[in-house]
C-alpha cells in the first residue's frame, strides 16, 4: 500500500518533467522557393594541358525540409551554357574528318540535385547554411556548329552530335548559402564525376554556380 501512494504522489511530476529523451524536438518545417543566376563551366582537355571556360545562366525551384539546424533540398534547375573548341579535327563515324579553326556548342541542360546541410547561424532574419549532395544532370537541347578557316559554317547533325553528348552526367555539389528575411544567396561548386563531353574531347568539368532567389 505504502508503494501505491508513492507511485501515485510521483507520476503526475513525472509527467511534467518528461525526460530528455522522449523529447522530439520542433516540427519540419517546408519551404518553396525560385532562384536565377549564373554559372561558369570551368574544363580540362584530355591532354591536361589546355583549359576552357564557358559562361551560361540558370532558373529554377526548390523545396527545403529544415529540422533544428538540420534541412534537405531538392532543386530543379534550368542551365544554359556555351563551349569553344579551337584548332582541332572533328571525326564521326557517320561522316569523313573535318578540321575546325572553331567547334561551337551551345547546350541546355535539366539540372537535379540533392542536398543535406545544416545552419551555422540560424536568426529570425538571417541564415547562413553550408550543405553537400549529389546532382544528376540531363541535356535537353544541344546546338553545334564548326567553323574553318575559310569562313564555312557546318552544323553538325543529331547523329553527329551524339558522338560529342553523352545524355546525363552526375556530379558532387559542395555550397553555402544566406537567407536574408524571405530572399537567398547561394554560391554552389559542382565537380563532374564524368563529362557531357566524350573522352575525345573533354575530361571532368567545374561548374560553379552563383544565384539569388526567394522564399515563397
Avoid at 62 to 75: D, G, S
Wanted: net charge positive.
Amino acid at each position: 500500500m505504502k508503494n501505491f501512494f508513492v507511485i501515485v504522489f510521483f507520476l503526475p511530476l513525472f509527467a511534467l518533467s518528461k525526460p530528455e529523451i522522449f523529447k522530439t524536438g520542433s516540427r519540419p518545417h517546408l519551404q518553396f522557393g525560385g532562384q536565377v543566376g549564373a554559372n561558369l563551366n570551368y574544363f580540362v582537355y584530355k591532354n591536361g594541358v589546355q583549359r576552357d571556360v564557358s559562361a551560361g545562366y540558370q532558373g529554377g525551384f526548390f523545396f527545403r525540409v529544415t529540422r533544428q539546424k538540420a534541412f534537405v533540398q531538392f532543386e530543379l534547375n534550368f542551365l544554359r551554357s556555351t563551349v569553344k573548341l579551337k584548332n582541332g579535327i572533328f571525326s564521326s563515324q557517320f561522316g569523313n574528318n573535318i578540321p575546325f579553326s572553331e567547334l561551337k556548342m551551345k547546350y541546355h541542360t535539366v539540372g537535379i540535385p540533392f542536398i543535406f546541410g545544416a545552419y551555422a547561424v540560424k536568426k529570425p532574419i538571417y541564415k547562413l547554411r553550408f550543405y553537400n549532395g549529389i546532382e544528376a544532370e540531363f541535356i535537353a537541347k544541344t546546338k553545334a556548329t564548326i567553323s574553318q578557316n575559310n569562313n564555312e559554317v557546318y552544323r553538325l547533325k543529331r547523329e553527329e552530335k551524339r558522338d560529342i553528348f553523352r545524355p546525363a552526367q552526375f556530379s558532387y555539389q559542395l555550397g553555402m548559402g544566406m537567407d536574408i528575411a524571405m530572399f537567398i544567396f547561394d554560391a554552389k561548386y559542382n565537380v563532374g564525376m564524368r563529362s557531357f563531353f566524350k573522352e575525345n574531347y573533354r575530361t571532368q568539368t567545374h561548374l560553379f554556380q552563383f544565384t539569388v532567389g526567394a522564399i515563397f
